[in-house]
């Protein structure tokens, strides 16, 4: 059976554009992946059809059934981190391992007050 | 609610896979056989074509075929220019076309279409009215079915959301149906 798991630096989830995630990748797969890849993406939840983009990404090449690597991600100015009733925008980071496609991911917040920027709230007076 | 909390959003309704209301999968695969592996899926809106033609590609895979997709909506009604002798002249002989929204095509584009994807081994079509190949399934709905993909989609919980009413509503559209339980959960809180 296939492991795969992320571990950010400090445990943290919550980012300033500008900011670098760091953190480290490990695996123990089933068969040798040709090569593994840390994504920074950020993908659209809600209503409407889905959006996603990958925004930076580190490939590990030469790899073996079972390893660890560290790796940096230069979190991008925007977009931030937001959410409304019609459409929210979720940042991730995710581990995916190919041609077979397995994946870890952990979901972070990219802002400029480190929280998700809510929509869907009055603001108050 | 927000979007991402909502048990309605787009990503969770889509992890939802067609129900075969009667028969098996290698049943219906034999059936496709049987036609020369030309055939449509008909039914009317929201009744789960694009869904079932997307749980056979697999299907098809585990059977040797290569599943090929081609997608036309009233959104994107037509092909760009030289699109199709492209994917035509890259056909091999284990291809299997799945084209979704074939009626999008008049008759003469369609005459055309179909006697260029016989270099495949099969061409299966969605539509909402049958004859423009042997229909393979006619999809439908039910307020039963509805309900049961509500319960999948809440995790087991159904509260009173007045399915029959729902279904009726939308003339048995479940992909409006769910659409509808989207803004009745944005909205409530």
């Given at each position: 059976?296939?492991?795969?798991?992320?571990?950010?630096?400090?445990?943290?989830?919550?980012?300033?554009?500008?900011?670098?995630?760091?953190?480290?990748?490990?695996?123990?797969?089933?068969?040798?992946?040709?090569?593994?890849?840390?994504?920074?993406?950020?993908?659209?939840?809600?209503?409407?059809?889905?959006?996603?983009?990958?925004?930076?990404?580190?490939?590990?090449?030469?790899?073996?059934?079972?390893?660890?690597?560290?790796?940096?991600?230069?979190?991008?100015?925007?977009?931030?981190?937001?959410?409304?009733?019609?459409?929210?925008?979720?940042?991730?980071?995710?581990?995916?391992?190919?041609?077979?496609?397995?994946?870890?991911?952990?979901d972070v917040v990219?802002?400029?007050?480190?929280?998700?920027?809510?929509?869907?709230?009055?603001?108050?007076? | 609610?927000?979007?991402?909390?909502?048990?309605?959003?787009?990503?969770?309704?889509?992890?939802?896979?067609?129900?075969?209301?009667?028969?098996?999968?290698?049943?219906?695969?034999?059936?496709?056989?049987?036609?020369?592996?030309?055939?449509?899926?008909?039914?009317?809106?929201?009744?789960?074509?694009?869904?079932?033609?997307?749980?056979?590609?697999?299907?098809?895979?585990?059977?040797?075929?290569?599943?090929?997709?081609?997608?036309?909506?009233?959104?994107?009604?037509?092909?760009?220019?030289?699109?199709?002798?492209?994917?035509?002249?890259?056909?091999?002989?284990?291809?299997?076309?799945?084209?979704?929204?074939?009626?999008?095509?008049?008759?003469?584009?369609?005459?055309?279409?179909?006697?260029?994807?016989?270099?495949?081994?099969?061409?299966?079509?969605?539509?909402?009215?049958?004859?423009?190949?042997?229909?393979?399934?006619?999809?439908?709905?039910?307020?039963?079915?509805?309900?049961?993909?509500?319960?999948?989609?809440?995790?087991?919980?159904?509260?009173?959301?007045?399915?029959?009413?729902?279904?009726?509503?939308?003339?048995?559209?479940?992909?409006e149906a769910l659409?509808?339980?989207?803004?009745?959960?944005?909205?409530?809180?």
């Amino acid at each position: 059976m296939s492991r795969m798991h992320l571990e950010l630096a400090d445990g943290k989830t919550k980012y300033l554009p500008g900011e670098t995630i760091e953190g480290v990748a490990f695996w123990e797969l089933a068969t040798t992946p040709e090569f593994l890849e840390v994504r920074l993406y950020w993908r659209t939840q809600g209503k409407g059809t889905v959006d996603l983009e990958i925004v930076r990404n580190l490939k590990f090449t030469q790899v073996g059934l079972q390893d660890r690597r560290p790796f940096r991600l230069e979190v991008p100015a925007a977009p931030y981190s937001v959410s409304g009733k019609l459409i929210s925008i979720v940042w991730g980071v995710e581990l995916v391992s190919e041609p077979e496609g397995e994946a870890a991911n952990i979901d972070v917040v990219i802002s400029p007050t480190g929280e998700e920027v809510r929509l869907d709230r009055t603001p108050a007076k | 609610m927000r979007a991402r909390d909502n048990p309605f959003r787009t990503e969770q309704v889509l992890r939802v896979r067609y129900r075969l209301a009667l028969g098996t999968w290698d049943g219906l695969l034999d059936r496709l056989d049987a036609l020369g592996r030309r055939a449509a899926i008909v039914g009317p809106q929201g009744s789960g074509k694009t869904t079932l033609l997307e749980d056979l590609a697999p299907r098809l895979r585990a059977r040797g075929f290569t599943p090929r997709d081609l997608r036309l909506d009233t959104e994107t009604p037509r092909f760009e220019p030289g699109a199709l002798d492209r994917f035509f002249a890259s056909l091999g002989p284990r291809d299997l076309i799945l084209f979704d929204g074939a009626e999008q095509l008049g008759w003469l584009a369609w005459s055309r279409f179909e006697r260029g994807s016989r270099a495949a081994a099969g061409l299966i079509i969605t539509g909402h009215r049958p004859g423009r190949l042997p229909s393979l399934l006619e999809t439908s709905t039910s307020p039963e079915l509805l309900e049961g993909l509500i319960e999948e989609i809440l995790g087991g919980r159904a509260p009173e959301l007045r399915t029959r009413a729902l279904f009726e509503k939308h003339g048995g559209n479940l992909r409006e149906a769910l659409r509808e339980l989207y803004d009745r959960f944005a909205a409530a809180t």
